[in-house]
T-cell receptor, first 113, second 112 residues
Framework: AQSVTQPDIHITVSEGASLELRCNYS??????LFWYVQSPGQGLQLLLK??????LVQGIKGFEAEFKRSQSSFNLRKPSVHWSDAAEYFC???????????FGKGTRLHILP | NAGVTQTPKFRILKIGQSMTLQCTQD?????MYWYRQDPGMGLKLIYY???????DKGEVPNGYNVSRSTTEDFPLRLELAAPSQTSVYFC???????????FGSGTRLTVV
């Protein structure tokens, strides 16, 4: 069965520092991959998605993610974080042909001033 | 364009009471989903629908029911509320499976 692992429950970075959030998936083929962000008290917002093609995907708010087939990973990156990036981030996997996607347990990002 | 609208935003229920969480989308999406979110557990799929008149169970359907009589509406029914159903509930929709969801802002439910 497919699964998604986000190894880090909490991450703290200083404002202006770079960020990488990790995501690993388990699936027999290449799935559809997503990153969502959830600000406190809000619903989830799609940051970016990967279906096929170029393994480096650009998203909204200056985020990007890189698909690495050999590592079954889809890590999220941002070169310089802002205080407004403090939120919870969810990686998700959608097996092609399925009707639903599976979410990881999330990584909560804290920003130090 | 309102997207996905959920009502109510907050609700406190007593054990054994029933209620319906409303979800409406105005994007003409065929696919709709109900998730619950518990701290540290991510999102768990309760029920989903691929079109009007078609529903299917997700990972955690026990204690819930759904219906899909129109494309726009996908209500979630709790018949006998239990403390284990205390959670935040999110509705989402999609115009094609696995192409990224649009989420509502959630309903925070407490069962006491």
């Amino acid at each position: 069965a497919q699964s998604v692992t986000q190894p880090d429950i909490h991450i703290t970075v200083s404002e202006g520092a770079s960020l990488e959030l990790r995501c690993n998936y388990s699936y027999g083929a290449t799935p559809y991959l997503f990153w969502y962000v959830q600000s406190p008290g809000q619903g989830l917002q799609l940051l970016l998605k990967y279906f096929s093609g170029d393994t480096l995907v650009q998203g909204i708010k200056g985020f990007e993610a890189e698909f690495k087939r050999s590592q079954s990973s889809f890590n999220l990156r941002k070169p310089s974080v802002h205080w407004s990036d403090a939120a919870e981030y969810f990686c998700a996997v959608g097996p092609p042909g399925d009707d639903k996607i599976i979410f990881g347990k999330g990584t909560r990002l804290h920003i130090l001033p | 364009n309102a997207g996905v609208t959920q009502t109510p935003k907050f609700r406190i229920l007593k054990i054994g009471q029933s209620m319906t969480l409303q979800c409406t989308q105005d994007m003409n999406h065929n696919y709709m989903y109900w998730y619950r979110q518990d701290p540290g557990m991510g999102l768990k799929l309760i029920y989903y629908s691929v079109g009007a008149g078609i529903t299917d169970k997700g990972e955690v359907p026990n204690g819930y029911n759904v219906s899909r009589s129109t494309t726009e509406d996908f209500p979630l029914r709790l018949e006998l509320a239990a403390p284990s159903q205390t959670s935040v509930y999110f509705c989402a929709s999609n115009d094609r499976a696995n192409y990224g969801y649009t989420f509502g802002s959630g309903t925070r439910l407490t069962v006491v």
